[in-house]
T-cell receptor, first 117, second 111 residues
Framework: SAVISQKPSRDICQRGTSLTIQCQVDSQVTMMFWYRQQPGQSLTLIATANQGSEATYESGFVIDKFPISRPNLTFSTLTVSNMSPEDSSIYLC??????????????FGPGTRLTVL | RKEVEQDPGPFNVPEGATVAFNCTYSNSASQSFFWYRQDCRKEPKLLMSVYSSGNEDGRFTAQLNRASQYISLLIRDSKLSDSATYLCVVPSTDSWGKLQFGAGTQVVVTP
């Protein structure tokens, strides 16, 4: 499977600021996704990062709060804007490579642990 | 009703014993299913994919019951390293690429 890295691995931020999280894959993949995992909860999909076009957001998530970029097939960023303590969470990117026939099998990056004070 | 439901546990299992737990799903049109394993403070890792009636990989067996809409995971000869949270995952049938995660079942293997 693809090797996925995320930066930063963790951060502590002040409310009102923004943080951009990077996700880098060691090979080209068709699909990239961003998830959030709040303390003690399971994963929730934020959006699908589409290469060369705007991301597709799930209900409850909006572009102004979570702008996403995907300039190529190996890289994506998620920005958490105007942060509040409720944004404290683990943010994970995942990839799915449909060109290799592995439909719906997603592999996750190590996550970014965000604490907002 | 949640899309994917799991017994949260914890399941406390003596080392060497067998443990099994279920996951129920609400969408009868679902065709594929996954079990992921998540260790504390780590990312989920794909453990097993289920596309037909079941799958077996070493000590792990997944079984699918379409009539009753549940998937089970059975772990034989439990090892201490099997202690983790096991996430049941069902792809959405109306949103491309979207995975629906269960809340997870915690397994604790004790010496």
């Amino acid at each position: 499977s693809a090797v996925i890295s995320q930066k930063p691995s963790r951060d502590i931020c002040q409310r009102g600021t923004s943080l951009t999280i990077q996700c880098q894959v060691d090979s080209q993949v068709t699909m990239m996704f961003w998830y959030r995992q709040q303390p003690g909860q399971s994963l929730t999909l934020i959006a699908t990062a589409n290469q060369g076009s705007e991301a597709t957001y799930e209900s409850g998530f909006v572009i102004d709060k979570f702008p996403i970029s995907r300039p190529n097939l190996t890289f994506s960023t998620l920005t958490v804007s105007n942060m509040s303590p409720e944004d404290s969470s683990i943010y994970l990117c995942s990839v799915e490579d449909r060109d290799r026939g592995s439909y719906n099998e997603q592999f996750f990056g190590p996550g970014t642990r965000l604490t907002v004070l | 009703r949640k899309e994917v439901e799991q017994d949260p546990g914890p399941f406390n299992v003596p080392e060497g014993a067998t443990v099994a737990f279920n996951c129920t799903y609400s969408n009868s049109a679902s065709q594929s299913f996954f079990w992921y394993r998540q260790d504390c403070r780590k990312e989920p890792k794909l453990l097993m994919s289920v596309y037909s009636s079941g799958n077996e990989d070493g000590r792990f067996t997944a079984q699918l019951n379409r009539a009753s809409q549940y998937i089970s995971l059975l772990i034989r000869d439990s090892k201490l390293s099997d202690s983790a949270t096991y996430l049941c995952v069902v792809p959405s049938t109306d949103s491309w690429g979207k995975l629906q995660f269960g809340a997870g079942t915690q397994v604790v293997v004790t010496p």
